[in-house]
């Protein structure tokens, strides 16, 4: 799988997981592995940084054969992330859905918004983006 691909959704994957229930970090890797291959490497910043955002609580669990473990626990702000992200992913994928099931006419089943014009800061004038409509080679 596309290296960017893993990075874009490790987050919108972990804060789910753990809004679901309460996490130590090699099980969210495990995971997160029967679906998407990853190392325990990618995982652990990852926690940090969320953590240190907000989005988690940590606390010590005894663990049956061993060291206590580091759970991750969500935290109000952090399932509201969740929320917020799945919502942006949803809409995001059903765009991208478009685009990659056109026919080679061009035509969709569905069309997304027209996002070739844009407004300046100002609102007053409209700037017209790229035209992406024309392919390399095509002279018409």
Not at 53 to 58: L, N, V, Y
Not at 86 to 103: G, R
């Amino acid at each position: 799988m596309n290296i960017q691909f893993k990075k874009g959704v490790l987050e919108i994957c972990v804060l789910s997981l753990i809004n679901a229930r309460d996490y130590y970090g090699y099980e969210l890797v495990q995971e997160i592995s029967e679906n998407i291959n990853i190392s325990e490497g990618s995982i652990y910043p990852l926690l940090r940084r969320l953590s240190k955002e907000g989005f988690f609580e940590t606390y010590l669990k005894e663990s049956p054969g061993g060291p206590p473990r580091k759970y991750y626990k969500i935290t109000k702000p952090g399932s509201s992330r969740t929320e917020d992200l799945k919502e942006e992913w949803n809409q995001f994928t059903a765009q991208v859905k478009i685009l990659l099931n056109k026919d080679k006419s061009g035509d969709a089943e569905h069309r997304g918004p027209d996002l070739s014009r844009q407004k300046d800061k100002s609102g007053d004038a409209e700037h017209r983006g790229p035209d992406l409509s024309r392919q390399k080679g095509d002279e018409s």
